[in-house]
Protein backbone atom coordinates (compact mmCIF):
# COMPACT_ATOMS: atom_id res chain seq x y z
CA UNK A 1 0.00 0.00 0.00
CA UNK A 2 1.60 3.66 -0.66
CA UNK A 3 -0.31 6.76 0.75
CA UNK A 4 0.02 10.12 -0.61
CA UNK A 5 -1.66 12.62 2.38
CA UNK A 6 -1.63 16.44 1.48
CA UNK A 7 -1.98 19.39 4.45
CA UNK A 8 -1.70 22.97 4.36
CA UNK A 9 -4.98 23.98 2.39
CA UNK A 10 -6.95 26.50 3.48
CA UNK A 11 -8.62 30.05 2.95
CA UNK A 12 -6.28 33.20 2.33
CA UNK A 13 -7.23 36.67 0.64
CA UNK A 14 -5.87 37.88 -2.54
CA UNK A 15 -1.93 38.21 -2.17
CA UNK A 16 -1.09 36.13 0.34
CA UNK A 17 0.80 32.84 0.59
CA UNK A 18 0.19 29.37 1.71
CA UNK A 19 2.38 26.19 1.99
CA UNK A 20 1.17 22.76 0.90
CA UNK A 21 2.86 19.90 1.78
CA UNK A 22 2.56 16.46 0.77
CA UNK A 23 3.56 13.20 2.48
CA UNK A 24 4.36 9.78 1.01
CA UNK A 25 3.86 6.69 3.28
CA UNK A 26 4.06 2.84 2.77
CA UNK A 27 5.85 0.14 1.01
CA UNK A 28 8.23 2.88 -1.37
CA UNK A 29 11.77 1.56 -3.10
CA UNK A 30 12.01 4.89 -5.04
CA UNK A 31 9.89 8.00 -5.83
CA UNK A 32 10.68 9.14 -9.31
CA UNK A 33 8.68 12.49 -10.23
CA UNK A 34 6.34 14.33 -7.86
CA UNK A 35 3.96 16.67 -8.59
CA UNK A 36 1.27 19.04 -7.95
CA UNK A 37 -2.21 19.48 -9.83
CA UNK A 38 -5.35 21.39 -9.16
CA UNK A 39 -9.05 20.89 -10.20
CA UNK A 40 -11.23 24.11 -10.10
CA UNK A 41 -14.81 23.76 -10.40
CA UNK A 42 -16.28 22.52 -13.41
CA UNK A 43 -12.83 22.75 -14.96
CA UNK A 44 -10.59 19.35 -16.04
CA UNK A 45 -7.99 19.31 -13.73
CA UNK A 46 -4.69 20.94 -14.88
CA UNK A 47 -0.54 20.89 -13.81
CA UNK A 48 0.53 23.01 -11.23
CA UNK A 49 4.04 22.08 -11.29
CA UNK A 50 6.22 19.17 -11.20
CA UNK A 51 9.84 17.95 -9.71
CA UNK A 52 12.56 15.27 -10.34
CA UNK A 53 14.21 13.42 -7.92
CA UNK A 54 17.21 14.95 -9.17
CA UNK A 55 15.24 18.43 -8.66
CA UNK A 56 14.31 19.47 -11.81
CA UNK A 57 11.55 21.36 -12.05
CA UNK A 58 8.51 22.43 -14.31
CA UNK A 59 5.84 25.05 -13.25
CA UNK A 60 2.59 26.12 -15.26
CA UNK A 61 2.92 29.64 -16.98
CA UNK A 62 0.31 30.56 -14.75
CA UNK A 63 1.81 30.31 -11.55
CA UNK A 64 5.45 30.82 -12.72
CA UNK A 65 7.36 33.25 -10.69
CA UNK A 66 4.96 32.75 -7.72
CA UNK A 67 4.98 29.19 -6.85
CA UNK A 68 8.33 26.93 -5.69
CA UNK A 69 7.79 23.31 -5.95
CA UNK A 70 10.45 21.18 -3.39
CA UNK A 71 10.79 17.76 -2.25
CA UNK A 72 12.77 16.09 0.70
CA UNK A 73 13.60 12.90 -1.23
CA UNK A 74 14.91 11.50 2.50
CA UNK A 75 11.38 12.15 4.33
CA UNK A 76 10.00 11.44 1.19
CA UNK A 77 8.15 14.24 1.44
CA UNK A 78 7.00 17.19 -1.24
CA UNK A 79 6.21 21.01 -0.66
CA UNK A 80 4.14 23.55 -2.54
CA UNK A 81 5.13 26.96 -1.47
CA UNK A 82 2.36 29.52 -2.89
CA UNK A 83 2.95 33.15 -2.56
CA UNK A 84 1.20 36.25 -4.02
CA UNK A 85 -2.08 34.60 -4.31
CA UNK A 86 -4.85 34.81 -6.65
CA UNK A 87 -8.67 34.40 -6.61
CA UNK A 88 -8.06 32.41 -9.99
CA UNK A 89 -6.06 30.13 -7.45
CA UNK A 90 -9.12 28.89 -6.28
CA UNK A 91 -9.41 25.24 -6.42
CA UNK A 92 -8.81 21.44 -5.01
CA UNK A 93 -4.70 20.95 -4.97
CA UNK A 94 -3.84 17.47 -5.63
CA UNK A 95 -0.34 15.63 -5.32
CA UNK A 96 0.76 13.11 -7.15
CA UNK A 97 3.72 10.63 -7.56
CA UNK A 98 5.04 7.99 -9.41
CA UNK A 99 6.21 5.59 -7.44
CA UNK A 100 8.31 2.67 -7.67
CA UNK A 101 6.82 -0.05 -4.86
CA UNK A 102 9.39 -2.42 -2.99
CA UNK A 103 9.89 -6.04 -5.09
CA UNK A 104 8.42 -4.50 -7.71
CA UNK A 105 10.17 -3.77 -11.33
CA UNK A 106 7.53 -0.88 -11.98
CA UNK A 107 6.25 2.77 -11.54
CA UNK A 108 2.94 3.56 -10.69
CA UNK A 109 1.36 6.56 -10.74
CA UNK A 110 -0.17 7.49 -6.97
CA UNK A 111 -2.67 10.14 -6.61
CA UNK A 112 -3.84 12.56 -2.89
CA UNK A 113 -7.33 12.68 -1.55
CA UNK A 114 -6.71 16.86 -2.31
CA UNK A 115 -6.68 19.94 -0.35
CA UNK A 116 -8.93 22.95 -0.88
CA UNK A 117 -7.14 26.20 -1.35
CA UNK A 118 -9.89 29.11 -1.34
CA UNK A 119 -8.55 32.73 -2.52
CA UNK A 120 -10.86 35.25 -1.19
CA UNK A 121 -11.16 38.51 0.29
Known amino acids: QVQLVESGGGLVQPGGSLRLSCTVS????????MGWYRQAPGKQRELVAT???????NYAASVKGRFTISRDNAKNTGDLQMSSLKPEDTAVYYC???????????????WGQGTQVTVSS
Open 96 to 110: NAAIRRRFTAYTNEY
Open 26 to 33: GNIFSIQT
Open 51 to 57: ITNGGNT
